[in-house]
Nanobody
Framework: QVQLEESGGGLVQTGGSLRLSCAAS??????????MGWCRQAPGKEREFVAS????????YYADSVKGRFTISRDNAKRTLYLQMNSLKLEDAAVYYC?????????????????WGQGTQVTVSS
């Protein structure tokens, strides 16, 4: 079992910042070294990959649309994943989902993840 719970979403103006958190729990998560990541889904659009990170945090990968603005990180002692989002744009508005893989490798697309949280809404206003 893997439970993922996101928090930190909200309303922010363009150019602003938000930090999302994802608390992980469950027997399966504690047993295996799982890579994790973030994806997002805007209304009327497919879920899209945002970023991923290996278990140790030594490797990360970002979608081109967020590279240089977003930073993914994790604290394994706290079993928490983070997404620091800076210089937010209108097009960043979406429901953001925390996700995990059964294996310790980077994900490069949304459909590679095995476990999902419920999502947290990020709204960006002009």
């Amino acid at each position: 079992q893997v439970q993922l719970e996101e928090s930190g979403g909200g309303l922010v103006q363009t150019g602003g910042s938000l930090r999302l958190s994802c608390a992980a729990s469950g027997r399966t998560f504690l047993r295996y070294r799982m890579a994790m990541g973030w994806c997002r889904q805007a209304p009327g659009k497919e879920r899209e990959f945002v970023a991923s990170i290996t278990w140790s945090g030594s490797s990360t990968y970002y979608a081109d649309s967020v590279k240089g603005r977003f930073t993914i990180s994790r604290d394994n002692a706290k079993r928490t994943l983070y997404l620091q989002m800076n210089s937010l744009k209108l097009e960043d508005a979406a429901v953001y989902y925390c996700a995990a893989l059964r294996t310790d490798r980077l994900a490069y697309a949304a459909d590679e993840f095995d476990y999902w949280g419920q999502g947290t809404q990020v709204t960006v206003s002009s």
